[in-house]
């Protein structure tokens, strides 16, 4: 039985109306997308039935294979099939484990990593646009038509760099991001709004490559993350690698070929698999050569040799406590997340730490993805009745690097997003004319010890003796968690901005020539998709407009309400023919005409929020 | 027959007429549309016009227009809760048949 | 647009001074972020989401600020035009930093010996000296005390101290 809200006068909306939103979980090993439907959130099935995509990308002599087809491959076609490329999201080849070097014909070079293929070197934010085009599909066939909006959860670990990696992947599959959301965070989405929790919780996320805690307090409808920690390089797969080195130092293997490894780890892996429910599994590997590897790993074999990637994960979850200024006794619930906290051991340790069964009443596969649409569903404005609000954090602290090697924190991590933060510097030569700054993320002091995520340079600062410019340097953090940097002079005004692009990210001109090879490719034209995209933008902004009219429309004086009902018009006249750019430009001159009308019902907003509540605020103390 | 709304709908209706700061009340009405023929309207009235039919319930306003009321005749709004969602739900003796969400009807 | 010259205790509607109900500033906090936060705003124009993240991030700038005693009673001092947190004016009497130089050592060497129950009472006696310039400093700024902001140096200096050698207690385990 559907439930109504209460519309504006004539703008009840037209049944089955909704706008099409979903929440996709880019996994290291699975990838999932969900929906909200009839108000359930349900994650999304192939025609199979199954509802997850293995995130493997084959290129094949044909054609590009994703999910269970690709994975078939895996062990016969190891280089041109690649699976978990999500570890290598914002990464440079210098990050690469050695160990790891083999699995890929890695590309030697600076910046973003590239892997050898069939198909031509790929970059793992190519790859993962595979996995998200199908996920797009699959929505798109099941919800019947283009995706209006869609959410896409990263490790609440991860940095700027793979943040800007996985938004980048977004763009080059189509997908409409309207937010990057943590993955606990989406955990706690779905599991609070439907257990109606109150309280203090924890979320424990370990997935294949990427392990994430998260302290979250839900109060009435607000979800409000205190601390997040992790490991970005830290998941399932290291279980399953424990397992591989284990069956080597067993049986005194020779060094194997790329395919005789991707057995074994494949075979590790179900052996991995098998003792979440049994006590020993066989371990049993026939290789390319015809010799054949027999071992059975028990449970508590098993428990050994993974013993300290455990204990590993224990690490960040007593940081993030006292990060929020709690201890384990303060959690009244312990939310786990991913495929491999299914692992006997890992509950085991998670109840030890916390002095309490933690909670596995969702399918810890699922969970996240089914967060992410019901926070999709209420960002694409489908759900004007829900009030309910998430607050979150940057897991990191950014700064600046300062002499003599150092940093200098200017948001600390776990600041709630978005967060903008300004700090002064000044030169340090007599008659300096340019400032060089180099944005770093971490926690240590040392700039070698944090990540560099951008050099930017400030010219033109007028001659001054050492000392006298006031520098300003500002980080803007916004809702995604992305970061800008813009720095000022303060006496002249001399100004450097940028969008922080990442020194292992992909430029702007790359993904924009990445996006024409695809229409070369495809049977999709290029400037019919633009003028599309054009279109659904220039809706969204009449949408936008005439409601904010409907709403409020007292607070313009006649001349302002003439000039954004002009400029309505000429984007709704443009909406009828094919002209993109006169559309485009009349959008811009839309926002431009409606900026003053945004600031007063901002404004307005604020007042109605502190509206009765002075009185008790001065009474209650 | 009367149009009438159940306790709480009137609470929630008059919490947010309030927080919308004017309005004299609700409209409710049908029109024609969706996969099963008709779908429902409910808005803020912020006027009553000439040919409205008028209600109350619970000290809250409904008008309705003349075309509306014979599909709507006994209605009784209700405010309900089901897992993630809450909101208006009508319970409309007229519906035969509605389509499998229940936003269109037919009668 | 949002008054950026608005104080944090106006922009959450409390009165300023040191002493506030921390439940009246989460409350207030929270009703400001649900109309304000740019998840509300995920489909409006452009300007309405620019002002939406700067509205939101000023909130809590706000909010940070005053949940924190220490940068609360920082920022009451900077309203009064007492700039405590100055980088110029980072004077603290020389047998206050001798005496927590040394405590620091003795925590070192406490972590080295693996005197964990050492280690903890050093710890519960500069939390009890931290609290105890906490309300020392609610006193001092209630009679606008001349003392206050070297009082206040102090204290943040001990609550600092007291998360330092948690770190390292925590790190010994």
């Known amino acids: ?621 | 027959m009367a149009i009438t709304m159940t306790e709480s709908a009137a609470r929630h209706v008059a919490a947010n007429l309030r927080k919308r700061g004017k309005g004299i009340g609700l409209r409710l009405g049908v029109r024609t549309s969706g996969c099963s023929g008709l779908a429902y309207k409910l808005e803020y009235a912020d006027e009553v016009r000439p040919e409205d039919a008028q209600f109350e319930s619970h000290g809250v306003r409904i008008v309705v227009d003349p075309k509306s009321l014979p599909y709507l005749e006994g209605t009784q709004l209700d405010f309900s809760r089901e897992g993630l969602n809450e909101g208006f739900k009508f319970n409309n003796p007229n519906v035969r048949d509605s389509c499998g969400c229940g936003e269109s009807f037919n009668v | ?173």
Request: glycine letters at 6%; hydrophobic letters at 45%.
């Open chain 3, 1 to 173: 647009m949002i008054d950026f010259s608005r104080s944090h205790f106006d922009l959450l509607g409390l009165r300023p001074g040191f002493r506030i109900d921390a439940e009246a500033l989460e409350r207030a906090y929270r009703d400001l972020q649900r109309r304000v936060h740019p998840d509300n705003f995920a489909r409006a124009s452009d300007a309405q989401k620019r002002l939406a993240l700067q509205a939101s991030a000023r909130a809590n700038e706000a909010y940070r600020t005053l949940r924190d005693p220490v940068a609360r009673a920082e920022y009451v001092l900077a309203l009064r035009g007492v700039d405590a947190a100055s980088e110029t004016d980072t004077r603290l009497p020389v047998e206050f930093l001798t005496r927590q130089l040394e405590r620091r050592e003795a925590a070192e060497e406490a972590k080295d010996a693996h005197d964990d129950r050492a280690l903890g009472a050093l710890i519960d006696d500069v939390r009890r000296e931290a609290a105890e310039a906490r309300d020392e400093v609610a006193r001092l700024l209630d009679a606008s005390d001349p003392a206050t902001p070297m009082r206040v140096r102090e204290w943040r200096f001990l609550v600092k101290l007291a998360d330092d050698l948690d770190a390292l207690r925590d790190a010994q385990i």
């Open chain 1, 1 to 621: 039985m559907a439930l109504f809200q209460i519309s504006e006068p004539d703008q009840s909306p037209l049944p089955h109306a909704k706008r099409r939103a979903v929440g996709i979980d880019l996994g290291t090993t699975n990838s999932l997308v969900a929906t909200v439907r009839d108000g359930v959130a349900v994650v999304l099935c192939d025609d199979a039935g199954r509802p997850l995509v293995p995130s493997v990308v084959r290129y094949g002599e044909h054609a590009t294979e994703v999910g269970y087809d690709a994975l078939a491959h895996a062990a016969d076609d190891p280089h041109d099939t690649i699976a978990s490329a999500k570890r290598l999201m914002g990464r440079g080849l210098a990050d690469v484990a050695s160990g790891q070097r083999r699995a890929y014909r890695f590309v030697d070079g600076e910046g973003v990593i590239r892997m050898a293929t069939r198909s031509g070197a790929k970059t793992p934010i190519e790859v993962s646009a595979e996995i998200l085009k199908t996920l797009r599909a699959r929505a798109e066939a099941s919800l019947g038509g283009a995706l209006d909006g869609a959410v896409v959860t990263v490790p609440a670990y991860f940095d700027d760099a793979q943040r800007q990696a996985t938004k980048d992947a977004a763009t080059l599959a189509g997908v409409p991001v309207v937010r990057l959301l943590n993955e606990p965070t989406a955990a706690a989405i779905a599991y609070g709004l439907d257990n109606a929790a109150e309280g203090t919780y924890a979320v424990f996320d370990l997935g294949g490559g990427t392990f994430d805690i998260s302290i979250l307090r839900l109060t009435r409808g607000v979800f409000e993350v205190l601390a997040t920690n992790g490991d970005s390089a830290l998941g399932g797969d290291d279980f399953d690698h424990a397992i591989v080195d284990w069956a080597r130092d067993e049986s005194r293997l020779p060094a194997l070929s790329a395919v005789d490894a991707r057995r074994l780890l494949a075979r590790a892996r179900e052996a991995k698999e098998l003792l979440t429910q049994h006590d020993a599994a066989p371990l049993i590997v026939s290789f390319a050569d015809g010799a054949r590897l027999e071992l059975t790993l028990s449970r508590e074999t098993f428990g050994r040799l993974t013993h300290a990637l455990v204990a590993k994960t224990l690490v960040p979850v007593s940081r993030a406590l006292r990060d929020a200024k709690l201890t384990a006794s303060d959690i009244k619930g312990v939310v786990l997340v991913g495929g491999a906290t299914r692992m006997p051991q890992i509950r085991h340790a998670v109840a030890a730490c916390f002095g309490q069964a933690p909670l596995t009443n969702l399918d810890p596969d699922e969970v996240v993805a089914l967060g992410a649409a019901i926070q999709a569903n209420k960002l694409v404005g489908n759900r004007d009745g829900d009030d309910w609000l998430l607050l979150d954090v940057i897991p990191l602290s950014l700064g600046i690097e300062t002499m003599g090697g150092l940093v200098e924190k200017i948001v600390p991590r776990n600041s709630t997003i978005p967060v903008v933060r300004a700090q002064d510097f000044t030169t340090f030569k007599d008659g300096q004319a340019a400032m060089a700054l180099h944005v770093l993320q971490g926690e240590r002091e040392k700039v070698s010890d944090c990540r560099s995520l951008a050099r930017f340079e400030l010219r033109g600062i007028p001659p001054m003796t050492a000392g006298a410019a006031r520098i300003r340097v500002s980080f803007d953090v916004d809702a995604d968690g992305l970061l800008s940097v813009s720095a000022r002079e303060q006496t002249t005004g001399v100004e450097a901005s940028i969008a922080v692009k990442p020194s292992y990210g992909l430029t702007d001109a790359e993904i924009a020539r990445m996006l024409q090879d695809s229409f070369a490719h495809a049977t999709d034209d290029a400037a019919a998709r633009t003028l599309a995209e054009t279109r659904v933008e220039a809706q969204r902004m009449v949408t936008a407009t005439e409601s904010a009219l409907a709403a409020d429309a007292a607070l313009l004086a006649p001349q302002e309400r003439n000039a954004i009902d002009h400029a309505l018009a000429e984007v709704q006249r443009r909406l009828e023919g094919d002209d993109r750019d006169a559309l485009s430009a009349a959008v811009s001159a839309l926002n431009a005409a409606s900026e003053g009308f945004a600031a007063k019902r901002m404004d307005r907003s604020v007042a109605q929020a502190l509206a009765g509540k002075r009185v008790d605020a001065f009474d209650s103390r």
